[in-house]
């Protein structure tokens, strides 16, 4: 074999003997890449098939098979397919930017705005009434004033309110 060394010509299609792969050892020992789900997902959808449209046979991928079932099935009151499409269409849309602007929020009438100005009020009272509370609780546990006539103060809430609500602006 040294004979051979001297007289090898290392060349195209001729590598050095000393960079050879050795016998019984692979040039790629782990093999080939596996594909990623959404490149295997991806081929399969892209698969064509025939499908019988209209009494018409037509070639169309996976994919499109599967959109045309979903609007078959959604036509005929299938409840799961019509969201899992509703679905589908606004991921749609908002990919590709053309979401429909939300709706304007209807003008208050004067019965709604009266139902307003009530809530408000209320919880105004409540809130009021709950930190006169707080300070009735807090100058009885103080000692400021004893705990029996902590609430005989004259502190009402609902005159607070009465003071409060007439500067609020309910427009």
């Known amino acids: 074999m040294a004979e051979d060394e001297h007289d090898y010509k290392v060349g195209p299609g001729k590598p050095p003997l000393n960079t050879r792969f050795r016998k019984g050892q692979s040039g790629n020992p782990g093999g080939r890449r596996k594909k990623q789900l959404p490149a295997l997902l991806a081929d399969a959808l892209n698969e064509t098939v025939f499908v019988t449209i209209d009494g018409e046979r037509r070639e169309i991928t996976k994919r499109e098979a599967i959109v045309h079932q979903l609007v078959n099935k959604s036509t ?33 009438g004067e019965a709604d705005k009266e139902v307003v100005r009530n809530f408000v009020e209320r919880v105004r009272r409540q809130v009021l009434a709950e930190i006169a509370e707080k300070q009735r609780a807090t100058a009885a546990s103080n000692g400021d004033i004893p705990a029996e006539t902590a609430g005989s103060n004259g502190d009402n809430p609902a005159e607070i309110v009465g003071s409060i609500g007439d500067s609020s602006d309910d427009g």
């Not at 009151?77 to 939300?102: N, S």
């Open 76 to 108: 005929t009151a299938d409840l799961r397919a019509t969201k899992m499409l509703f679905d589908m269409m606004k991921d749609a849309e908002q990919k590709a930017g053309i979401a429909p602007p939300p709706p304007e929020p209807r003008q208050l």
